[in-house]
């Protein structure tokens, strides 16, 4: 599986934004996607996953105001952002792997490249 984000930009604190990710590939509807993200500075950090049985977990940083959806006909995914802070701001990576409601990043096999998320305040 080939993952390639995008949708990155900057936005105003309390603005929304979508990020999305295209794969390719087969069998992407049998993986469990995830999005994390890694701010300057600091580690990449889990946000969001959904598996294909409908498993989906958030960080407890975005429950409420981050939302992940998948279109598998599509083979895409997607991690809709609402309310966003300053805090928010990070390079947004999609990532695939085996185990439904993953969160830890040694279970994501794929990964893409990030889409930077700016958050201005």
């Known amino acids: 599986v080939q993952l390639q984000a995008s949708g990155g930009g900057l936005v105003q604190a309390g603005g929304s934004l979508r990020v999305s990710c295209a794969a390719s590939g087969h069998s992407f509807r049998s993986y469990t996607m995830g999005w994390f993200r890694q701010a300057p500075g600091k580690e990449r950090e889990f946000v969001a996953t959904?598996?294909?049985?409908?498993?989906?977990r958030y960080a407890d940083s975005v429950k409420g105001r981050f939302t992940i959806s998948r279109d598998n006909a599509k083979k895409m995914g997607y991690l809709q952002m609402n309310s966003l802070k300053p805090e928010d701001t990070a390079v947004y990576y999609c990532?695939?792997?085996?185990?439904?409601?993953?969160?830890?990043?040694?279970?994501?096999?794929?990964w893409g490249q990030g889409t930077q998320v700016t958050v201005s305040s």
């Open positions: 959904l598996s294909w049985n409908g498993d989906e």
């Open positions: 990532a695939a792997g085996a185990r439904p409601g993953a969160v830890q990043e040694r279970l994501y096999a794929y």
